[in-house]
């Protein structure tokens, strides 16, 4: 391209459209390319807030989408696989991570011919995307090749652009205006275009050009800093708890980096200059963008507990018996999306535990106390719902897992996810079966209870059912995956045992007059038990061998 000798608006905005333009392609290609690995790298190595800082600036850094980043943080964190915690550290993370793009370009985006550069991969990028097949994962290389040949073309443009409106723009009109203009104009021109990155590389281009002082620009990049967060804040308005959460942490997070970045300005770009003796203003600008970002994490990382609690606090889910998990994570994003399913199924399970409960008239407090499935009965206690009503919502929620498991299998799944998603369906239908089971027998259980005199069929059936629901829940949620082989069969014993007692306890009768109900009444109760601690049984074996 023949530069013209004069400053035109148009090649500047062609420039940004065209680096944001890239930054969407990239990002698409590396949402192909590069997710799955990160997803395990995420899933497997955010066991603690400062892990998750590590984890948030390696991939933020690498896959240069922090958006992308903070959708697959948010899926795990609806999923159950991060805490908030630990979720925050990798946000955190996130913020210093996006400073690489800065540090790249600072280091040689301005000290070669982008353009030189840019035409290969355009050409390589463009004729793959038109030719290769779409599902084939050179499609996807070709269009990482193209986002990064648009990126440096648009770098190319802004910079040729600022150059000549170096040439007649004096300096010293920036220094007529306050400081807190300049960080508000970062703040809305980096929320209108949704890119923090573009923003800094549209400064830094200036800097090059001598058209910015670097107090200035380090101005804008404050407001930038705060300016991102309005894409989550967006997003997270009408969302989950957990997306609202997320949503509000960035945001004071943001808004209190930008303050003490503001605050510490000068000290700052002293300390830089004068101690660290960095003289070139690009170098100057990136390194107050990272010290100060770095700055944030020391002050957050101490507290990150408290946050989290906090945070916690701030918001609850409108509907607390329905679907907690998989209405909070896109099917797309595989890990998470089993995840999520699999503790759909186990809050499946505890809703089904405490409807038997029920129909049996034992309380389900003593039960579940030291387990997990506290909380879902104290929701359902709280909503005060009907037995039909919950049984109607057990319906209900197994009709969404099946949904939402059918649309991961549309999905380009690998062979053990597949295979563990059908595993997780199939412990969800012997829930709801044998859910199901004593609904058909529990107008006999109240025959029994109101007509029979028998203290000790009623109390063997009770502390029976105690002691296997008991077994389940330690299956579930305490025993180490090296001894399921040894406790599943005990399990199925003890299924089989009560069975067998309480035949024995039921045909001591020969008719209905001596019990008050009748005998064929008593054994539809003991066989529909029978199968419903069998499908319990079944999904529970399913949940703890989901790799």
């Given at each position: 391209m023949q530069p013209t000798m004069h400053f035109e608006p148009w090649v500047l905005v062609a420039g940004l459209g065209l680096f944001l333009f890239g930054m969407m392609m990239l990002e698409q290609a590396l949402r192909t390319l590069g997710t799955r690995s990160f997803r395990h790298l995420l899933r497997d190595h955010t066991k603690s807030p400062l892990r998750g800082v590590l984890i948030g600036i390696i991939s933020t850094a690498c896959l240069q989408s922090s958006s992308m980043v903070g959708l697959i943080v948010l899926a795990f964190v609806g999923a159950g696989i991060l805490s908030m915690s630990n979720a925050l550290g990798v946000i955190f993370g996130v913020n210093l991570g996006t400073t690489f793009t800065g540090w790249i370009v600072a280091t040689i985006g301005f000290k070669l011919s982008l353009t030189e550069y840019a035409m290969p991969l355009l050409a390589l990028g463009t004729l793959g995307v038109v030719f290769l097949n779409p599902d084939y994962r050179r499609h996807s290389q070709a269009r990482l090749l193209l986002g990064i040949g648009l990126l440096l073309m648009g770098l190319d443009f802004m910079k040729t652009s600022m150059e000549f409106l170096s040439e007649q723009l004096p300096v010293s009109i920036f220094s007529d205006y306050p400081i807190l203009l300049y960080v508000l104009g970062g703040l809305v021109f980096t929320a209108l275009i949704q890119s923090s990155s573009a923003t800094i590389m549209i400064v830094?281009?200036?800097?090059?050009?001598?058209?910015?002082?670097?107090?200035?620009?380090?101005?804008?990049?404050?407001?930038?800093?705060?300016?991102?967060?309005s894409t989550v804040l967006i997003g997270g308005v009408k969302g989950s708890a957990d997306k609202r959460r997320v949503a509000l942490s960035h945001f004071i997070f943001n808004l209190v980096v930008s303050g003490v970045a503001l605050a510490l300005m000068h000290p700052l770009l002293t300390l830089i200059t004068d101690k660290l003796n960095v003289?070139?203003?690009?170098?100057?600008?990136?390194?107050?963008?990272?010290?100060?970002?770095?700055?944030?994490?020391?002050?957050?990382?101490?507290?990150?507990?408290?946050?989290?609690?906090?945070?916690?606090?701030?918001?609850?889910?409108?509907?607390?018996?329905?679907?907690?998990?998989?209405?909070?994570?896109?099917?797309?994003?595989?890990d998470a999306?089993?995840?999520?399913?699999?503790?759909?199924?186990?809050?499946?399970?505890?809703?089904?535990?405490?409807?038997?409960?029920?129909?049996?008239?034992?309380?389900?407090?003593?039960?579940?106390?030291?387990?997990?499935?506290?909380?879902?009965?104290?929701?359902?206690?709280?909503?005060?719902?009907?037995?039909?009503?919950?049984?109607?919502?057990?319906?209900?929620?197994e009709q969404q897992i099946l949904q939402y498991a059918n649309r991961i299998l549309r999905e380009k799944s690998a062979e053990q996810e597949t295979e563990n998603v059908?595993?997780?369906?199939?412990?969800?239908?012997?829930?709801?079966?044998?859910?199901?089971?004593?609904?058909?027998?529990?107008?006999?259980?109240?025959?029994?209870?109101?007509?029979?005199?028998?203290?000790?069929?009623?109390?063997?059936?009770?502390?029976?059912?105690?002691?296997?629901?008991?077994?389940?829940?330690?299956?579930?949620?305490?025993?180490?995956p090296v001894l399921l082989e040894e406790k599943i069969p005990q399990l199925q014993e003890e299924i089989n045992s009560s069975h067998d007692?309480?035949?024995?306890?039921?045909?001591?009768?020969?008719?209905?007059?001596?019990?008050?109900?009748?005998?064929s009444s008593l054994l539809n109760i003991n066989r529909e038990l029978l199968v419903s601690n069998q499908m319990l049984g079944s999904a529970v074996r399913d949940l703890v061998t989901v790799k």
């Open positions: 830094l281009s200036a800097i090059h050009a001598g058209v910015l002082p670097i107090t200035t620009a380090a101005a804008i990049v404050i407001g930038a800093n705060l300016g991102t967060t003289t070139d203003p690009m170098y100057v600008l990136v390194l107050f963008h990272s010290l100060f970002n770095g700055l944030g994490i020391l002050i957050f990382l101490p507290i990150v507990s408290p946050f989290a609690r906090w945070l916690q606090a701030r918001f609850t889910d409108d509907d607390l018996i329905g679907c907690q998990y998989i209405t909070k994570v896109s099917p797309s994003i595989g999306a089993t995840e999520a399913i699999r503790q759909e199924v186990i809050r499946l399970f505890y809703k089904v535990l405490i409807l038997n409960l029920r129909v049996l008239r034992i309380r389900p407090e003593e039960l579940l106390l030291g387990f997990k499935g506290l909380e879902v009965y104290e929701q359902i206690k709280q909503a005060k719902s009907s037995y039909d009503d919950q049984y109607s919502e057990i319906k209900h929620t059908s595993k997780l369906v199939h412990a969800a239908r012997d829930l709801v079966y044998g859910a199901k089971s004593l609904k058909n027998v529990r107008q006999n259980v109240v025959e029994l209870r109101m007509q029979s005199d028998d203290e000790e069929l009623i109390e063997t059936l009770r502390h029976d059912t105690r002691k296997i629901y008991r077994h389940l829940l330690t299956l579930l949620e305490h025993t180490d007692r309480l035949h024995q306890l039921i045909t001591r009768y020969d008719n209905s007059d001596t019990i008050g109900i009748p005998l």
